[in-house]
Nanobody, 116 residues
């Protein structure tokens, strides 16, 4: 199973960025896919999640600026980030989970830097 994130880079404050996550090689039913981030000297935190029925939930602290979209059936999710702030600088990780075994699979992450 491969979980691959893409779309990171450097953006100025107030800018936008879209991250993509694609899961390949999965022979199991995906229970959920989500975006997490970890800033320097910070704990990894959940940012947004997609669950069966393609239901979505976004962390309160980024609500209104970040949105998640995609399709579990297509093993693909996106994270649209608008009005980015320096505090959003972090490595963003994608995670998927096997619906039967609950085993989690993580991507290697993509770095997002918000700086002028």
């Amino acid at each position: 199973v491969q979980v691959v994130e893409s779309g990171g880079g450097t953006v100025q404050p107030g800018g936008s960025m879209r991250l993509s996550c694609v899961v390949s090689g999965a022979t199991f039913t995906i229970h959920a896919m989500g975006w997490y981030r970890q800033g320097t000297d910070k704990q990894r935190e959940l940012i947004a999640m997609m669950t069966p029925g393609d239901l979505t939930k976004v962390r309160d602290s980024v609500q209104g600026r970040f949105s998640i979209s995609g399709s579990l059936a297509e093993n693909t999710i996106y994270l649209q980030m608008d009005n980015l702030e320096p505090g959003d600088t972090a490595i963003y990780y994608c995670k998927t989970q096997d619906a039967t075994t609950w085993v989690e699979y993580w991507g290697k992450g993509t770095l997002v830097t918000v700086s002028s």
